[in-house]
């Protein structure tokens, strides 16, 4: 695995993913303040979203790495994006914890479409490597 790109087509992810999130929420109105009680509907968008994002970023990083693709090599590329959006969540997270405490980052990790949600990542990941 071509670790630096890896961390790098996560990183685009991250952000992509953020801003395509940001403006589904414009867009639907929906509510952020508490995380359980976001609408099925509305998680189930950003999960296929998610996904097709997820999967153009796994070409792109198999097209320009020149890592030969495989299951084994999908699925590192899931971990890595799974661990660099911890990261970044971490980040993003640490002022609303220092402000209002660990009831949100709680709410958003006990969700389990978050769970849902990451384990399509890596099964995105890994789907795009599989395939020769």
Same mark, same amino acid.
């Given at each position: 695995?071509? *670790? ?11 952000? =992509? !993913?953020? /801003? &395509?999130? +940001? %403006? @589904? #929420? ?5 509510? *952020? ?11 189930? =968008? !950003?999960? /296929? &979203?998610? +996904? %097709? @994002? #997820? ?78």
């Amino acid at each position: 695995m071509n *670790l630096k790109r890896g961390v790098v087509v996560g990183l685009a992810l991250y952000f =992509i !993913t953020f /801003i &395509v999130g +940001v %403006l @589904l #929420t414009i867009f639907s109105k929906v509510s *952020l303040e508490s995380p359980q009680n976001i609408p099925t509907t509305y998680w189930i =968008i !950003t999960i /296929i &979203v998610t +996904v %097709l @994002l #997820t999967s153009i970023a796994s070409i792109i990083y198999f097209h320009k790495s020149g890592t030969k693709r495989s299951v084994k090599e999908g699925f590192k590329l899931g971990i890595t994006f799974g661990i660099v959006g911890f990261i970044l969540d971490m980040l993003f997270f640490i002022p609303a914890i220092v402000s209002s405490g660990t009831s949100l980052i709680i709410q958003y990790y006990s969700n389990p479409s978050f769970y849902i949600t990451l384990l399509l990542v890596i099964a995105s990941a890994t789907f795009i490597g599989s395939r020769k």
